[in-house]
């Protein structure tokens, strides 16, 4: 990012501020202004060896930046959602790796001013945005936090203004109430944490050891807020209602017409399958996965799985090199989108959580640099 040297924090900011934007009560259409405009920035001015990619994917933005600008997609799943993730890992791949420790701690200026609006379970950080959407980005945020906090040989005022930070985020992501958000980030942690050990003994001791705490943990929920079943996390009545929609959406792709091969389309999945829970009706899968097989058929699981196989050589590939900071952040963004997905379609609908998301996943590309300057002709 040498062109922009004197105003590049002034771009950073926008990342912040469409954060901010999205998680105050407001209008969470005008979230999307900043975030966007981020990512056509970014692209714009990409690394010279990237506009090849850079700039093409940056056409293709303008062209439905009335959808973003205007928020006129078609919810809850629209296929430009994919167009924005994509848009964003691009835009991640184009940031210096000398940036990331600046980027990766600007999310976090949000929690402060939160604190001051934060309110009793369950808690609606954006009650025009809704629970499970505010409780997905605070989430990722979670997951930064803790990755600053997991950062050695830094100053003892940072190691406590970043356990203080992890402390206000896992409040936060509690009291929204958004089990999908809370378990993946657990999880995803977790992971991690389990397979930076060294050996099976180590392994097997942390997995006891998490058991345990997690035994301890959900008792003191259920002796606190005890559920309607008895049993900490489950709500039948909204479980039910998932389990139901999923299993319709699971048996789309097998009702004939091709569907297997491309779907139904994401602006007609609604009309197949519709449940209610909770008073509400359920017109999504509350699954990225399903909802992308019964929408897009076989073939876009198959450009999914071209994408993760992408971000898995990459992490291969930049491991080694890169900073701790952006090394565990990263991880931990990719294992949280992949186990969220399974719970949920929180990534999905906003503008500012597929950036973020995006952008994220695009961390190991950014210090990937094996296809810069080597082309191979087939």
């Not at 062209?63 to 809850?76: A, E, G």
Request: overall charge positive; hydrophobic content about 55%.
């Amino acid at each position: 990012m040498r062109h922009l040297p004197k105003w590049r924090a002034a771009v950073d900011a926008l990342f912040l501020i469409s954060i901010v934007l999205f998680l105050w009560p407001l209008d969470p259409w005008i979230s999307s202004i900043p975030a966007v405009l981020w990512v056509l920035l970014q692209l714009l001015v990409a690394p010279v060896q990237r506009r090849w990619a850079a700039w093409p994917m940056l056409f293709v933005l303008l062209l439905f930046s009335r959808s973003w600008w205007l928020n006129q997609m078609p919810h809850p799943v629209a296929a430009q959602d994919g167009v924005l993730v994509a848009g964003a890992l691009l835009a991640g791949a184009c940031v210096a790796p000398q940036r990331w420790q600046l980027l990766l701690r600007l999310p976090l200026l949000v929690l402060p001013l939160l604190l001051f609006e934060m309110g009793a379970k369950p808690w609606t950080p954006n009650p025009l945005a809704g629970a499970n959407q505010g409780g997905y980005l605070l989430g990722l945020i979670w997951l930064l936090a803790i990755a600053w906090f997991r950062q050695g040989n830094q100053p003892h005022l940072q190691r406590v203004l970043a356990g203080v930070a992890t402390a206000l985020a896992a409040v936060m992501v509690w009291q929204t109430g958004s089990r999908a958000a809370f378990v993946a980030a657990v999880v995803s942690a977790a992971l991690l944490w389990i397979q930076q050990g060294i050996g099976l003994g180590q392994v097997c001791k942390r997995g006891f050891l998490l058991l345990g705490f997690g035994a301890a943990a959900l008792a003191a929920k259920q002796l606190l807020r005890p559920s309607s079943t008895g049993i900490p996390g489950i709500d039948l009545s909204s479980d039910t209602g998932r389990l139901a929609i999923a299993q319709c959406y699971g048996a789309i792709p097998f009702s004939g017409n091709n569907r297997f091969l491309y779907g139904v389309g994401f602006d007609r999945a609604g009309e197949f399958c519709s449940d209610p829970i909770n008073g509400g009706v359920a017109d999504h899968a509350h699954n990225i996965y399903l909802q992308l097989f019964a929408s897009s058929g076989v073939l876009g699981v198959f450009g999914l799985f071209l994408l993760l196989a992408l971000l898995v050589q990459a992490w291969r590939s930049a491991a080694p090199v890169m900073d701790p900071f952006p090394l565990v952040a990263g991880q931990l963004a990719l294992l949280y989108t992949l186990i969220q997905g399974f719970l949920d379609l929180s990534l999905l609908h906003w503008p500012v959580t597929l950036v973020l998301t995006g952008v994220l996943l695009g961390i190991p590309l950014s210090w990937h640099r094996a296809s810069d300057n080597q082309f191979t002709q087939i």
